[in-house]
């Protein structure tokens, strides 16, 4: 993902998720294929779908194991054609975002606020990614041990490659894009 990790952090404002979607399609026309499908998890999930917009013609299919932004339902009139039981799970779903999206709430609109304290303090970005790592296990508690060895390399691989200022930036760069507010249409549209 551009400004994350090993591809190292974006110089310029405009990666949002549509400029990802077609970075991925050019990439995977460079690599030779002509025919592919997309899987996408966390911010996967938001460009996934938009690389099947972008590239209808190569893209296969579409899989995704996270729906960002309180995620299912995305769009106007979704929830009506959902069971009983989805219906449920799309409200707990909404309530769990809404618990723990604090951190996209301040990288949305101020993603340089973080970025500053991130790049600036293996502390704080030791701290940052402690909460995270605790606060999305659903099985967690403030006393459960968390994996030394994961947390570091996560860390790590942020504070060596300075990237937590663009991987922020993502929220606000996406934002912009129509990302969370139903604007962007489905990849496929269902059956009737």
Known sequence: MPGFGFSGP?????????????????????LGYERYGAQGGDFGSIVSPEL?????????????NAVANAGV???????DRLSEEDRKRAAENKTWWYTHSGYATQMAPRPQTLAYALNDSPAGQLAW??????GWDPTATDQTPVDRDAILTNVTIFWLTGTAGSA?????????????????PPVFRPPS
Request: no cysteine; net charge positive.
């Open 10 to 30: 974006t110089t310029e404002p405009g990666w949002n998720t549509r400029r990802t979607a077609r970075a991925w399609a050019e990439l995977m026309r460079r």
């Open 52 to 64: 099947g917009r972008v590239a209808p013609e190569a893209v296969i299919g579409v899989h995704v």
């Open 73 to 79: 339902p995305t769009a106007p009139g979704d929830e």
């Open 129 to 134: 990614n402690l909460e995270w790592f605790v």
């Open 168 to 184: 922020a930036r993502l929220y606000l760069e996406a934002g912009q894009d129509g990302w969370g507010n139903g604007r962007r």
